[in-house]
């Protein structure tokens, strides 16, 4: 089971951004799908984005425009660029790693969006 990081997340102005990083503790090269999901209080997890190991891509309609994912497989590492932020982006964050039976999550970063 891989074990996932996630780190860059806080506090920012509404129109601001911010850049979420996730590190994988093995190789996430061979047919890892990376998603980026979230969770506001009161609410159920959302898919955000996430991208195939080919490097296809999809995204939330909500976050269309504004958020990009991307990874490195080189570094293990998977990033979510988020511009133009919202107040309603305000979610704890959470990696996640899928492969086969193989369901991997992190521990959450936490955004909040607020002037």
């Known amino acids: 089971q891989v074990q996932l990081v996630e780190s860059g997340g806080g506090l920012v102005q509404p129109g601001g951004s911010l850049r979420l990083s996730c590190a994988a503790s093995?190789?996430?090269?061979?047919?890892?799908?990376m998603g980026w999901y979230r969770q506001a209080p009161g609410k159920q997890r959302e898919l955000v984005a996430r991208?195939?190991?080919?490097?296809?891509?999809n995204y939330a309609d909500s976050v269309k425009g504004r958020f990009t994912v991307s990874r490195d497989n080189a570094k293990n590492m998977v990033y979510l660029q988020m511009n133009s932020l919202k107040p309603e982006d305000t979610a704890v964050y959470y990696c996640?790693?899928?492969?086969?039976?193989?369901?991997?999550w992190g521990q959450g970063t936490q955004v909040t969006v607020s002037s």
């Open positions: 996640n790693a899928k492969r086969l039976v193989e369901d991997s």
């Open positions: 093995k190789s996430i090269n061979s047919c890892y799908v």
């Open positions: 991208i195939t190991s080919s490097g296809s891509t």
